[in-house]
């Protein structure tokens, strides 16, 4: 059975400390691995798409990587409103357009 | 533009109505989605629409009646909910390749009551 899990399930970071949340998944097949920021109450904004080992993805101050088995979202100086609720999700060879999501980090930045 | 827009943002609703959900997108997409997500848990596929046509249907309960008039309307048809059915749905489309992003919407907060 394809599984994606997210570690820490939740972390408290002061503005500007640098950290990187992980995303490990045992897939058959991966197609695709994307990232996604959710706030509360909001549906998830999407941020990043990789497809191959070795890949990377940057968007202001988060940088996504991608190896065979996790990949991981580095966070560089962080602001408060960075803090979200940050999803890891992947699409399978047999789970043809089905989104298989993380638990997802709760992400907090205290100024 | 990738936005996907739900109507309305929030429905309260008693056990015995029905109501519908709306979605709504322009960017292309010949797949759509629905999802429910539960309070601080990820959002779980519900349905899923190619070409208009319903390709995947995760056992969802027939108190919801997913429809699809047009590639850029997505309907989501409520009747007799139970108060456990109370969460965020969301609606999200894509390109019908298997491995491209999916955009989604604000979503709607359903409370039935």
């Known amino acids: 059975e394809d599984q994606v899990t997210q570690s820490p399930e939740a972390l408290r970071l002061q503005e500007g400390e640098s950290s990187s949340l992980n995303c490990s998944y045992t897939?058959?097949?991966?197609?695709?691995l994307f990232w996604y920021r959710q706030d509360p109450g909001k549906g998830p904004e999407f941020l990043f798409t990789l497809y191959s080992a070795g890949e990377e993805k940057e968007k202001e101050r988060l940088k996504a990587t991608l190896t065979k088995k996790e990949s991981f979202l580095h966070i560089t100086a962080p602001k408060p409103e960075d803090s979200a609720t940050y999803l890891c999700a992947v699409v399978t060879a047999q789970g043809a357009q089905k989104l298989v999501f993380g638990q997802g980090t709760r992400l907090t930045i205290n100024p | 533009d990738t936005e996907v827009t739900q109507t309305p943002k929030h429905l309260v609703m008693g056990m015995t109505n029905k109501k519908s959900l709306k979605c709504e997108q322009h960017m292309g997409h010949r797949a759509m989605y629905w999802y429910k997500q539960k309070a601080k848990k990820p959002p779980e596929l519900m349905f899923v629409?190619?070409?208009?046509?319903?390709?995947i249907n995760e056992s969802v309960p027939s108190r919801f009646s997913p429809e699809c008039p047009n590639s850029s309307l997505l309907n989501l048809h409520l009747h007799a909910l139970q108060p456990e059915d109370s969460a965020l749905y969301l609606c999200?489309?894509?390109?019908?390749?298997?491995?491209?992003?999916?955009?989604f919407g604000q979503g709607t907060r359903l409370t039935v009551v």
């Open positions: 999200a489309s894509s390109h019908l390749t298997t491995n491209t992003e999916a955009f």
């Open positions: 629409y190619s070409y208009e046509k319903l390709s």
């Open positions: 897939v058959s097949g991966l197609r695709g």
